[in-house]
């Protein structure tokens, strides 16, 4: 009992220090038990990281994503299967349900086994497709590994990727080249904004099914950058989905292999650490947002606690109702998760982090500017003077960037007219004058006119006509 005590506290100290923010339950489907030695260092850094494998083969009939309306599982990850279909329990469906209610999938694909038909429609639901030939693979005469694939070269070498545009963030960048063994090719909707690609292939690949035995590719399926080798689909609730087009990348022997690019020097390959960096992503460890505290109020508060440097002091009050042209100040508290903890956001000074004022269309489309940090968190905020304009407003900051978790905030406010003891006094408006004179000019004349004519004596007519005669 002694024995066992340490090790019970152990276990119960792993399943607190989860690394992923959405759960460490992972669903891992292989179909031959024998092949998982095959992955065993992926196993092992999923393990040491603080997730909690489950292995189940898609043939087993009481195999459930889900508990009483629930999802089993916080992840799945799913190996190429041998056979034509998943199974009962991982219909396209079901995995899109698995989406719908957060879960994140990782799915790997190979050429030595063909995609089956339900995978197939899945991708096309997402807007993700495949070669019509299911043995297709991609093939780059001009970066390849010549130790492995000297005459083949259908084991792509690439550097790891760069950014897909400036600001975007990149989880998946680095030195070293990352060896993809028969990758399958994908091929992404311009459609959706939801998906982005994570690594392509270079301009000089292409896609080819060597079973063909003509020796060029008339009409090839992609060419190119069109090629993704691994994509991502971010859903609208934030839940990820990640295709992996070679699943024999992430085996053992090719986690540390040598590889020799043309025209290069023998280095090893960077499998581990970029499989390590897409796994992560896909699972939640890396690009998650949290929003802090959200507030508002009128400007005038905000200069008063400024001073006191105290994030807690910098108004909070959300007032329901403004008027119209008064200064207002939002202030917003950003937090990001990597790994094992929340850090403060730090937007690149290519993007901007908006707040929009609006009403059924924006009034006002401002830049947030980060004004102080904690130690887990950064606070945004803007001052603004409202539209001469009453109605139901809102606050809102509307933030969805690739491989960041969605934020949409909302804060309804109502602004009002100007009270009738609100308005400037005559006197206090410069343009006025001219009419306050005129009106004050007009009362003397008019007394002054009254006045003579009161006090002014008529002519005596009477009296002169007497003397006459």
Known sequence: MRCSLPLILLG????VQAISISG????????????????STLWK??????????????????????????????????????????????????LLQFINKNGNILLTLSADT?????????????????PPDRSSLVIDHFNYDTISAPEQHDVLLLPRPSPISPGVRNFFGGDGMVAFPRAVAQELGNNSPLLAPILRAKSSAYSYNPKDEAETVDDPFAVGEQIALVSSMQARNSARFTVFGSAEALENKWFDAKVKPVGGKDTESVNQEFAKQVTAWTFKELGVLKVGRVGHHLSSISEESAGNNNVTQLGYSNPSIYRV??????NIEFSEYTHDHFVPLTIDPADALQLEFTMLSPFHRL???????????????????????????????????????????????????????????????SAGWVWIAGIWATIIGWLAFVGIWLWSEPADTQSKGKKTQ
């Open 114 to 130: 063909p995609t089956p038909t339900s995978i197939t429609s899945l991708l096309l639901e997402l807007d993700i497709h495949l």
């Open 367 to 429: 830049d947030l500017i980060p004004l102080s940090k904690t130690p887990n968190s950064t606070v945004f905020s803007r001052t603004f003077k409202l539209p001469d304009q009453h109605g139901i407003f809102s606050f809102r900051v509307n933030y969805k960037r690739p491989f960041l978790t969605n934020v949409d905030v909302k804060r309804e406010v109502t602004v009002r007219h100007f009270a009738h003891d609100e308005w400037p006094r005559s006197w206090e408006i």
């Open 24 to 39: 460490s339950r992972l669903l891992v489907v292989i179909e031959e038990a024998a092949e998982k030695i095959k992955y």
């Open 325 to 330: 042209k008064n200064d207002v100040t939002f």
């Open 12 to 15: 119960l100290v792993g399943l």
């Open 45 to 94: 850094d999923l393990e040491d990281r603080g997730y909690r494998l489950a292995f189940d083969s898609p043939k087993n009939e009481k195999l459930s994503l889900f508990l009483h309306g629930e999802r089993a599982f916080d992840h799945i990850l799913l190996l190429p299967p041998k056979s034509k279909g998943l199974g009962p329990a991982l219909t396209p469906n079901l």
